[in-house]
């Protein structure tokens, strides 16, 4: 069992940063690949983000990809999203999952999941 705890999102002007924390309980943590991914209002989970792991390998969706880091300190058992010159269609809340895939895209992926935190940007 694995318990996940997001952290760090809040209100954000197009352009800025924010870097998301998601804090895993156990002893497993390293076990597990782990995910981000994000829902906007209306709309279906999509994912943004993944990382092995070890965290020797990421992957990310098309949307993020040059703007947002993944990364993972399994020390602390905590994976990261940075975010970088965010923009309004990156509003959503965003959830982190830990899953036995390797560096899984689909939501199915994975079987672990946070509350949540929420992000948005205004223009």
């Known amino acids: 069992q694995v318990q996940l705890v997001e952290s760090g999102g809040g209100l954000v002007q197009a352009g800025g940063s924010l870097r998301l924390s998601c804090a895993a309980s156990g002893r497993t943590f390293s076990s597990y690949a782990m995910g981000w991914f994000r829902q906007a209002l209306g709309k279906e989970r999509e994912f943004v983000a993944a990382?092995?792991?070890?965290?020797?390998?990421?992957r990310y969706a098309d949307s993020v990809k040059g703007r947002f880091t993944i990364s993972r300190d399994n020390a602390k058992n905590t994976v990261y999203l940075q975010m970088n010159v965010l923009k309004p269609e990156d509003t959503a809340v965003y959830y982190c999952?830990?899953?036995?895939?390797?560096?899984?895209?689909?939501?199915?992926?994975?079987?672990?999941w946070g509350q949540g935190t929420r992000v948005t940007v205004s223009s």
């Open positions: 990382i092995s792991r070890s965290g020797g390998s990421t």
């Open positions: 999952a830990a899953g036995r895939a390797y560096i899984g895209i689909r939501s199915s992926d994975y079987d672990y």
